[in-house]
């Protein structure tokens, strides 16, 4: 999981473009203030939207698109997972991967003996290399790199498609030809059948997949940063919406283990840029500074990880789901903890572009995300009902059953004094 806001400007190698030893320009004043500012904008979008998409997919019965509940022991094993999967995406990228420098200087024996030799010479004395490293050279970085954008070239246009569903369908005639489908995948017959996939879509959402896929087709042949930047907002909105935190104390679990995660792997060693650059997916948003100078084919970017947007944007969303819970027609608690997200974030981008290096963004969102809220439940003595506060797992029949039992015996209930 990528969890750091990098600043490539003056021609340093956080860019993520070419490093063949030559110098950017320095960004500009301007260059530099539109991508932080754009950055900001971007990673606020998927957080507002995903928050309110969050409130209608709880109470929402399709089987589809029913959310994925974390609970306190998923938050804590969490950063454990994430270490190790960051970890094994660094050694594969600076590790496994064969060594170029080897090839080019077996290359430029080649030629060398060549001019000596003439056309038959063949290489007798080719320069030394790691023995270690001769049988993965079929897992070269190119192929590692285009195995992952056919991964999340399909990934993308699946979220890029459920993302812009919503708005699309205002747009569709009243007379449009909608026809319901349903993709149904289950193991075992009889009473031990159980659903693996259950997808309800219609004819609009296989228009929204044709229209994703352009993009999809787009990004996969230029790797353009605009197509990159659809996918990952598309992703964020797409991980703010359907994952839910059970509880406030397991977000504060879940934000303080990558919060610890984050400065480790940012300041403690240089794995999170590393793989940050190494890559190629839509799992960070970027933004040319030299965008003014440049136009689309900018390429000194700055980059915020999607981390940094998904993991502060599902504990705003259950804020906002506990303010829903509360019935007093106010969103003090998701305003407050959005406004932490924007002062936290502005905070990391400061400090980034005074000390010129990347920050791990949740060092600064963290403690504001948890702390404005808790302080507003101080003041209004709310703090009991916030961390008791608690959302079941609609996948759960467990919890189906009971909150069926509940909405039963409140109904009887009613029915009763209707009849006194």
């Known amino acids: 999981m990528d969890s750091a806001v990098s600043d490539p400007h003056n021609g340093s190698a956080e860019a993520g473009g070419p490093t063949n030893g030559t110098t950017r320009p320095p960004s500009t004043p301007e260059g530099i203030a539109l991508a932080y500012g754009s950055l900001l904008l971007m990673a ?19 089987a589809s698109d029913m959310p994925e509940t974390i609970t306190s022991r998923d938050a804590a094993r969490f ?6 999967t960051l970890l094994g995406l660094y050694l ?21 003996q060549k001019s000596k030799k003439g ?5 007798q004395n080719p320069p030394a ?11 070269s970085q190119e192929y590692i790199n285009l195995l992952l954008s056919m991964y999340f070239f399909v990934l993308g246009i699946l979220a890029l498609s459920h993302t812009i569903s ?53 990004y996969l042949l230029r790797k353009h940063w605009i197509a990159n930047n659809l996918f990952g907002l598309a992703f964020s909105l797409n991980g703010v919406e359907l994952l ?42 970027v933004f040319p500074q030299d965008l003014l100078e440049k136009g689309l084919e900018a390429d000194n970017f700055a980059m915020l990880g999607l981390g940094d947007i998904v993991i502060p944007g599902i504990f705003i969303a259950l804020l906002l789901r506990f303010d829903i819970s509360l ?34 963004a949740l060092l600064y969102l963290v403690p504001a995300c948890i702390g404005f809220p808790v302080l507003v439940a101080l003041a209004k003595g709310e703090v009991t009902e916030m961390f008791s506060y608690e959302e079941s797992n609609p996948k759960d029949p467990a919890a189906v059953t009971e909150t069926r039992e509940g909405t039963e015996a409140t109904t009887s209930k009613g029915l009763e004094k209707k009849e006194k």
């Open 327 to 360: 019935k007093k027609n106010t969103h003090t608690y998701f305003y407050t903890s959005f406004a932490a997200y924007i002062f936290g974030l502005g905070l990391t981008i400061f400090i980034m572009h005074i000390f010129k290096h990347a920050q791990p």
């Open 119 to 123: 056309k038959t010479a063949a290489i």
């Open 166 to 218: 919503p708005l699309m369908n205002k747009f569709f005639p009243a007379n449009f030809p909608n026809r319901q489908y349903q993709l149904l995948f289950t193991q075992g017959s009889g009473e031990n059948k159980e659903e693996i996939i259950n997808y309800e879509f219609d004819t609009k959402d296989l228009v929204c997949l044709g229209l994703s896929s352009i993009v999809g087709v787009w």
């Open 44 to 62: 606020l979008l998927p957080i507002f939207f995903g928050a309110l998409r969050s409130v209608r997919c709880a109470r929402g019965k399709n």
């Open 129 to 139: 290399r790691d023995s270690h490293r001769a049988p993965l050279e079929i897992f």
């Open 79 to 84: 950063p454990i997972i994430a270490s190790c």
């Open 244 to 285: 839910h935190l059970n509880n406030v104390s397991t977000g504060c679990i879940l934000l303080g283990g990558l919060f610890i995660y984050d400065i480790f792997w940012v300041f403690g060693t240089n794995v999170m840029v590393t793989v940050a650059k190494s890559f190629e997916a839509p799992i960070k948003l």
């Open 92 to 112: 594969f990228f600076k590790v496994y991967f064969p060594n170029k420098s080897y090839t080019g200087s077996v290359l430029k024996t080649w030629k060398t």
